[in-house]
């Protein structure tokens, strides 16, 4: 086997940086603060201009906003795609600076070889002959080769690299639907100016999405289309809201499943209280047009997802998530419910138990009543440090005037029972939380809505806008300015985060591997005793046999023979990750 020295340098480089950057936790710390106190300068400044610009000028941005509102009134499906496809057009510009994101994230590998699945024509792939070489973090071996992630976020990745495209477009379109079903949702809640502000409000905040293949975006969607649904059942119940409430449960349960149940589960009991409260005549309207189409929706949608599950664990009810924590003894359970134990497969795979270790260790915390509120706490942080941070928190001063409306209480209420769920699990990332999003979208117009009444028109003056009019059109150049700043400092910060040095490494080797014309290559992974679990190298392509570069994990010498043997007809790697 020849040596790969392609790695050492570049590994020594990263762990020299990381050694004079001193803790990779600071600088994202660091860069909360700098985002906090860009958004405190702009609230400032914006706060100065609303109340500070001459008279032609602010009669000038009434105009546009005026132009805008009469072109949604008159089109709103087309201002709609508008909003949307702005974010998209916008981050294919800055392509030529900005290249398309690396992925070094475990989760990230399993959703892309969901998606290489999906582009392949399968929804699973058989087993491996010699599957433990290809053991990986959130990948299952057994009974078939599959992702353990929910199906929706690969599906929309496949379907883009089906098209002859890299899997990061279907992000892309991830994020653009996103607009668009945010746009729709606010539609029902909001007058046009609202719709604008909120759908530029959203960009900025969740564009981050773009950046990664972890998801987050579909589960959004899901939340957009079931918040709006709700609202116009509420308002005058369609057909076709019972329908999109339906395929919004579907969108929720094949991308957060948990946490887009709690949500469910919250609007199910919103509807059954708006039955109840409803009159006889009213309530068999409701059945017609509510009830049954998202009856039909959800039966159809339940069909697809236990035939996946059957395809991919051989159980229609045992989820592919589920069949890992058999499988790897991860994700470790509930906070009320027993340990998973260690599956006796992690023996020969210490970077494998590890990553258990870690899991069980949150799980002790999680159970740990000294820590309960520290650890729920953090997550609480993390969460407006996401969502809201200073631009988003200010509208929400108004949330006493906010609770008046009924609407928003029950928006409120199903908001905390599905943050408070998060807490019964003992990790949180943000994107956890992406079918809430649609539900902070609204709270914060509609507080925007109550700041704009500060100011009216002066007695006997020309208009003196309200600071939302102002707001919703700096919003606009706002977002174009900070999307370019977040996709530039997101992918920057990537190279010094916890995760990334030895798997922007991973990507360089596959590329110039993937270069050499007429070759196939077989890299053997050596991992050293003191591996970080989360730098996992072992991920490959649905079709491993097929592939030009394949990644497979030393293990005794006797497997090690099998694995030559079989692929004999390639160019054999060692590649050393943890060498310096």
């Not at 992630?149 to 990061?168: D, E, K, T």
């Not at 729709?184 to 409000?201: E, K, N, Q």
């Not at 007695?459 to 977002?479: N, Q």
């Not at 077989?522 to 003191?530: D, E, G, M, S, W």
Request: a positive charge.
């Amino acid at each position: 086997m020849e040596e790969l020295l392609i790695g050492h340098a570049p590994v020594g480089m990263a762990n020299l940086t990381a050694f004079f950057l001193f803790d990779a936790g600071q600088i994202l710390k660091s860069r909360e603060r700098g985002i906090q106190f860009a958004e405190f300068l702009f609230l400032a400044v914006l706060a100065l201009a609303v109340y500070f610009l001459p008279r032609r000028a602010k009669r000038w941005l009434h105009q546009v906003e005026s132009r805008w509102s009469t072109f949604y009134s008159r089109n709103k499906i087309a201002a709609i795609v508008v909003l949307g496809l702005l974010p998209a057009v916008l981050r294919i510009a800055l392509l030529p600076a900005v290249a398309i994101p690396i992925p070094v994230v475990p989760d990230e590998f399993s959703h892309l070889l969901l998606a290489d699945t999906i582009a392949s024509g399968r929804l699973t792939n058989p087993p491996h002959p010699l599957a433990p070489h290809f053991e990986a973090t959130y990948v299952l071996q057994d009974p078939t080769y599959a992702s353990v992630y929910p199906p929706g976020h690969g599906i929309l990745m496949g379907i883009a690299q089906l098209l002859g495209l890299h899997p990061w477009y279907g992000v892309l379109a991830e994020v653009s639907l996103m607009a668009m079903a945010i746009a729709w949702m606010l539609d029902a809640w909001f007058a046009p100016r609202w719709v604008l502000l909120g759908t530029m409000l959203a960009v900025i905040r969740l564009g981050i999405w773009m950046t990664s293949y972890w998801g987050g975006s579909l589960a959004a969607i899901g939340g957009a289309l079931l918040i709006g649904s709700l609202k116009r059942i509420w308002d005058e119940p369609r057909i076709r809201d019972g329908l999109v409430l339906g395929l919004s449960i579907v969108i929720l349960a094949n991308s957060r499943p948990y946490e887009g149940g709690l949500l469910s589960l919250a609007a199910f009991c919103f509807l059954a209280v708006h039955v109840m409260r409803a009159s006889w005549p009213q309530r068999r309207k409701i059945f017609g047009t509510v009830v049954t189409p998202l009856a039909a929706c959800l039966a159809v949608g339940a069909a697809g997802m236990a035939y996946y599950d059957w395809r991919v664990t051989g159980n229609a009810f045992t989820m592919p998530y589920v069949a890992d924590r058999h499988s790897s003894g991860v994700p470790q359970s509930f906070a009320f419910n027993p340990p998973v134990p260690a599956p006796p497969k992690l023996a020969q795979f210490p970077d494998l138990m590890k990553n258990y270790q870690w899991e069980l260790d949150a799980y002790r915390s999680a159970r740990d009543a000294s820590k309960i509120w520290s650890i729920a706490w953090g997550k609480l942080a993390i969460f407006w440090s996401f969502y809201l941070n200073p631009l988003l928190t200010v509208p929400l001063l108004a949330l006493p005037w906010i609770l008046r409306d009924a609407r928003m209480r029950v928006l409120l209420l199903a908001g905390m029972f599905v943050l408070l769920g998060t807490c019964l699990y003992p990790f949180y990332f943000a994107h956890y939380s992406a079918p809430l999003a649609g539900i902070f979208i609204v709270m914060v117009v509609q507080g925007l809505r109550y700041l704009s009444l500060v100011t009216r028109k002066k007695p006997g003056g020309g208009p003196t806008l309200a600071p939302l009019v102002t707001t919703a059109i700096a919003t606009a150049g706002l977002a174009l300015a900070l999307l370019a700043f977040v996709f530039h400092d997101a992918v920057k910060t990537r190279q010094f985060s916890v995760y990334p040095a030895a798997n922007l490494v991973r990507d360089r080797i596959e590329r110039r591997l993937s270069g050499s014309p007429g070759k196939s290559h077989l890299v053997i992974v050596r991992y050293a005793a003191n591996h970080d679990f989360h730098r996992c190298m072992t991920y490959n392509r649905a079709d491993i046999d097929k592939a030009r570069v394949v990644w497979a994990r030393e293990l005794d010498p006797a497997s090690n023979r099998n694995l030559l043997d079989y692929f004999q007809q390639r160019t054999v790697w060692l590649y050393e990750p943890d060498a310096t």
